[in-house]
């Protein structure tokens, strides 16, 4: 880490790190919230399913629009497991046929906040991982 890095980002490298050697020290695999949270926020699927509910429930073909290129398969499983994580609800109306409805639980939409800080991130710093990206496999290209 350079010496401009330690100095603007100290203090958040600092709470970082006291983070993992606490989950370090209460054994990573069965204790790290951080792999447990993230192993399903973390996916695109994921991520872009709670952002397409962020303003309104949708029903399941609007969400397979909204998403673009995800299967029926994928947009059910990760629909599923965001449900078992109680960040979606599925609402089923009575009707001839049921019509089915997905929405944000309270505890979804308490992940916006910290999605719209790194999904600002991504689009503020995407110029630069591009570039990264590209040295890269130039510099492996060459090697």
């Known amino acids: 880490m350079t010496r401009e890095h330690e100095g603007n980002h100290a203090a958040a490298s600092e709470t970082v790190g006291e983070h993992f050697d606490a989950w370090h020290e209460a054994g990573f695999a069965e204790n790290c919230p951080v792999r447990d949270v993230l192993d399903r926020i973390g996916d695109k699927w994921s991520v872009l399913i709670l952002t ?79 570039t990264a990206r590209h040295a890269f496999d130039e510099e492996a290209e060459a090697a």
């Open 52 to 130: 397409a509910l962020a303003r309104e429930p949708k029903r399941f073909s609007a969400l397979n629009r909204d998403v673009g290129d995800i299967s029926k398969r994928m947009l059910t499983q990760t629909l599923r497991s965001l449900q078992r994580d109680g960040l979606v609800e599925r609402t089923v109306y009575p009707t001839t046929p049921p019509t089915v409805d997905y929405r944000l639980t309270e505890l979804g939409h308490s992940v916006l906040e910290p999605l719209t800080a790194l999904i600002g991130w991504a689009e503020a710093r995407h110029d630069d991982i591009r």
